[in-house]
C-alpha cells in the first residue's frame, strides 16, 4: 500500500487552440495544447499516481468540440487501461460541450462531478476502502456572479484525504466567472483546493488547505509567461500536502530586460542581445520538454545606437533567432526604451527647439513633466483616445481588449518621440557643421 496519495492536477487546456506568436517555421502539432495533455497522460501512467484531476476549460468553445473530442477521448482511454480514474470539472468555456463530450464517453474511471452547477463528491477506493474524497462543482452556463461556495453543504468526511475541484476567480469579488474568497476555501474541511481559470500557475494559500491554481499546462500567448506544466500533488498519511510542478510544456514565453548602455550601434546590440538570451535559455530554464522559447525583449539604457535601434528593431525581432541544444529561441518582440547618450542638462540651456525637447525629457525623467507641460500633454492624451476609438480599431479593440489610452501612455508616447527627435535634430547640427 502506498504511503501517500499522489494525484496529478492539470486544467485549462482549451483544446482546439493554439498558442500565438510562434513563426510558421516552427509551428507544428507538437507545440498544439493536444500534444501537451497526451504527454500528461504518458506522465501520470509513469509517475503511477492515484488518480488525475482537471479543473475546467478543457474544450476552448463549443465551436471546437469535434477538434478537442478525439484528443481528450485518446488520453481518457491510455488512463482507463492503466485502472487511472480521472476527475473532472466543467469550466467557463466549456460549460455546455463538456458534459456532453462526458455523456459520449463510455470510460467507468472518468468522473465528471459538479453537473448544473450542484456540489458533488466522488470517493476514490481502494480494496474497498477509502482512499480520497473529491468534492466539485461545475459551471451550469458561461457566467456566474455569485460563488460556488456559497451552495456548498457537503458533510464533514473522515480521516483520508479530502480535496476540492473548482473552477473559479479567486479574491475577485466582481468577477462573472465564480468569484470566490480565500476565506471561504479556509473555512472547509479540505486538505487542498485544485483551481482551475487563472492561466498563471501558482501556489495561492500554502498552508492548510492547499489553494493551488495549476495553470494552463501548454502556455497559449505571450501574456502567459514563466514556466508551465501540471502539478503533483502528494498528501502523507499524516496530511502533509506537497505541490510541485512538472514542467511539460513545449512552449515558453518570456520578458526579459537587456542594459545596452555603451554600445555603438545596433549590431553590437545584436550580439549583446543573443548572449544575454543564450545565458538565460542555458542556466534557467529545464529544457527536457521545451521546443520553443519565445522572448520579449525589453531594451533599457544610453547608447549611440538609440536612433538605430528604433528604427531597426522591427528587422532584429526578425532576424535574431538561434538554438540551445534542442530549443528554438526566437525574439517575440523588442521595446525600445533605451536613451540617447547625451547631456541633458547641457542642452535644455537654450531657447531653441534641441532644448525645448531635452527639458521635456528631463521632467519626463523626474517623473512629473505635466506641471510644465500641461497642454503637450493633455493634447497628446486626447489624439491617442482620438485614435483609439476610431471605427477602423473597432475589430482590434473587440479581439483585445484593448484600454483607452490614459495620462501615462501618453506621456510614454511623447518620450519615445521627444527622443527620437532629439536625437535626428542632433544628428542634422552635426551634419551642417
Not at 493551488?212 to 497559449?220: A, F, T
Not at 535574431?320 to 542638462?345: G, Q, Y
Amino acid at each position: 500500500m502506498k504511503d501517500a496519495l499522489k494525484l496529478l492536477c492539470t486544467g485549462d487546456f482549451h483544446l482546439g487552440r493554439h498558442p500565438s506568436r510562434i513563426p510558421d517555421s516552427l509551428d507544428g502539432p507538437k507545440l498544439s495544447p493536444t500534444s501537451v495533455w497526451l504527454s500528461i497522460v504518458q506522465n501520470a501512467i509513469d509517475s503511477d499516481v492515484d488518480a488525475v484531476v482537471i479543473a475546467g476549460d478543457v474544450v476552448d468553445q463549443e465551436n471546437r468540440y469535434f477538434e478537442a473530442y478525439g484528443a481528450f477521448e485518446d488520453g481518457i482511454s491510455r488512463l482507463h487501461e492503466e485502472e487511472i480514474p480521472v476527475v473532472v470539472v466543467a469550466g467557463n468555456h466549456d460549460a455546455d460541450v463538456l458534459p456532453e463530450m462526458i455523456d459520449n464517453l463510455d470510460f467507468g474511471t472518468l468522473q465528471f462531478l459538479g453537473r448544473d452547477g450542484e456540489w458533488e463528491r466522488w470517493t476514490l477506493e481502494r480494496d474497498g476502502e477509502p482512499l480520497a474524497h473529491f468534492d466539485g462543482w461545475s459551471f451550469p452556463s458561461e457566467h456566474v456572479y455569485e460563488s460556488p461556495l456559497d451552495e456548498y453543504d457537503l458533510p464533514m468526511v473522515d480521516d483520508v484525504p479530502h480535496i476540492g475541484v473548482l473552477h473559479a476567480d479567486l479574491d475577485s469579488r466582481k468577477s462573472q466567472y465564480a468569484p470566490v474568497q480565500s476565506r471561504e476555501l479556509r473555512d472547509t474541511s479540505a486538505d487542498a483546493w485544485l483551481l482551475g481559470h487563472i492561466h498563471s500557475p501558482a501556489i495561492q494559500i500554502d498552508s492548510r488547505p492547499l489553494a493551488l491554481y495549476s495553470g494552463s499546462p501548454q502556455p497559449l500567448d505571450p501574456g502567459e509567461q514563466q514556466t508551465h506544466g501540471p502539478w503533483t500533488i502528494t498528501i502523507s498519511q499524516a496530511g502533509k500536502v506537497r505541490a510541485e510542478q512538472v514542467p511539460l510544456a513545449s512552449v515558453r514565453y518570456d520578458h526579459i530586460s537587456v542594459d545596452v548602455s555603451g554600445a555603438g550601434d545596433a549590431e553590437e546590440v545584436a550580439s549583446i542581445l543573443s548572449e544575454e538570451i543564450t545565458e538565460r535559455v542555458r542556466s534557467e530554464l529545464d529544457t527536457s520538454a521545451l521546443e520553443v522559447s519565445l522572448i520579449r525583449v525589453r531594451l533599457t539604457g544610453r547608447t549611440d545606437a538609440h536612433s538605430a535601434l528604433v528604427d531597426q528593431h522591427r528587422s532584429m525581432e526578425r532576424e535574431l533567432k538561434f538554438n540551445e541544444d534542442s530549443v528554438s529561441i526566437r525574439v517575440e518582440s523588442i521595446e525600445v526604451d533605451t536613451r540617447p547618450a547625451i547631456d541633458l542638462e547641457a542642452l535644455s540651456e537654450g531657447d531653441n527647439a534641441v532644448a525645448y525637447l531635452a527639458g521635456l525629457l528631463l521632467e519626463i525623467e523626474n517623473g512629473d513633466p505635466h506641471e510644465n507641460y500641461p497642454d503637450l500633454i493633455d493634447g497628446s492624451l486626447a489624439a491617442m483616445r482620438k485614435a483609439h476609438s476610431a471605427n477602423a480599431y473597432t475589430p482590434l479593440r473587440r479581439e483585445t481588449e484593448l484600454d483607452e489610452p490614459d495620462e501615462a501612455d501618453a506621456i510614454e508616447c511623447l518620450e519615445q518621440q521627444a527622443r527620437v527627435l532629439l536625437d535626428t535634430l542632433l544628428s542634422q547640427k552635426e551634419g551642417t557643421a
